[in-house]
């Protein structure tokens, strides 16, 4: 085997990144995988980095969730290094969709196999995102839930602080635009998904797959947050499009328009506001998978 070269991108503030390193290494030796590592100094972005090494090195390996892979994404698109995905997240929603094991030794030797595949991106105001774009409900928490939280508690956190925000949601109006035609809304949220999962446990589609080239909406128009919890087993099967409240469909563009600017949660990170625009990148970045 060839022994290959990775820029090596450990988030150390997300769930199991800082305290997994050491292994991470010991485990990316025994695979014959070199690695280039920023100094711990470093003020520099994952994207920036992926552009500064792309002629030394022969991938990249990001370490963290997903809002550590959106941070990469620009730098991978300008490049063309396959992404490998150790996943330490919270959630680690982008590794399940693409079948990536959780498990480290697991993960490491997908990489080390070298079997890589061609996956979409979403795309929002030119902002790249790996799974789910979302306004209201879920920007709302990705501002409430801090990265503390989120280490201390993993998935409990997101329903501990969903819970609170949910009594105090109210539905906002929408303009949205697709496939021709414009119609208003009065939603909660409205998620647009490029990959299955998200929110650590729900599926944006039943069907999805991140190589599929659609974008995959659905706006939640409940009237009242209690009635959510009829649709918590469909949110988490991917199934919620077949109730009357919620309005589902799959497209290759779409715009949305809110009196006032919301904040757009792209992978758990806030990156832009409405008005946005939506559109799918076909088999944008090249991913290690099994």
């Known amino acids: 085997m060839t022994p290959k070269t ?3 991108l450990v988030n150390p503030n997300s769930r199991r990144g800082r305290e997994s390193l050491p292994q991470v290494r010991d485990l990316l030796s025994r695979a014959q995988i070199d690695y280039v590592e920023l100094p711990p100094t470093a003020d520099v972005s994952a994207a920036d980095a992926i552009r500064e090494h792309a002629a030394r090195v022969d991938m990249a390996i990001v370490g963290g969730g997903d809002g550590s892979l959106n941070g990469a994404a620009p730098g991978l698109l300008d490049t063309g290094l396959p992404l490998g995905v150790l996943p330490l997240g919270t959630a680690n929603d982008f590794a399940k969709t693409v079948g ?4 480290l030794p697991s993960a490491i030797g997908v990489i080390a196999k070298g079997n890589t595949t061609k996956v979409d991106l979403g795309q929002a105001n030119q902002h790249p995102f790996f799974n789910v774009a979302s306004i209201g409900f879920s920007a709302d928490l990705a501002m409430s839930l801090t990265e503390k939280a989120k280490k201390r508690w993993g998935k409990l956190g997101y329903g501990l602080v969903a819970a609170r925000l949910l009594a105090s949601s109210r539905l906002f109006t929408a303009t949205l ?7 208003e809304l009065k939603t909660l949220q409205v998620s647009v998904g490029n990959g299955r999962f998200y929110g650590g446990g729900m599926t944006v589609h039943a069907d999805a797959t991140a190589t599929d080239g659609m974008l995959d909406f659905y ?3 409940v009237d009242h947050w209690w ?3 009829r649709l918590l087993p469909s ?3 991917g199934t919620q499009g077949e109730w009357d409240d919620v309005r589902a469909f799959s497209t290759k563009a779409l715009t949305i328009r809110t009196s006032k600017p919301r904040a757009v949660n792209l992978d758990g990170e806030l990156k ?5 625009t939506f559109a799918i990148l076909e088999k944008a970045v ?3 998978v099994p």
């Open 6 to 8: 990775a820029l090596l």
């Open 100 to 103: 990536i094991p959780l498990d």
């Open 177 to 183: 635009e697709h496939d021709g035609q414009a119609e």
């Open 219 to 221: 706006s939640l128009e």
């Open 227 to 229: 009635r959510l919890l």
């Open 235 to 237: 949110l988490r099967n």
């Open 272 to 276: 832009t506001t409405t008005p946005v």
């Open 286 to 288: 090249s991913v290690f």
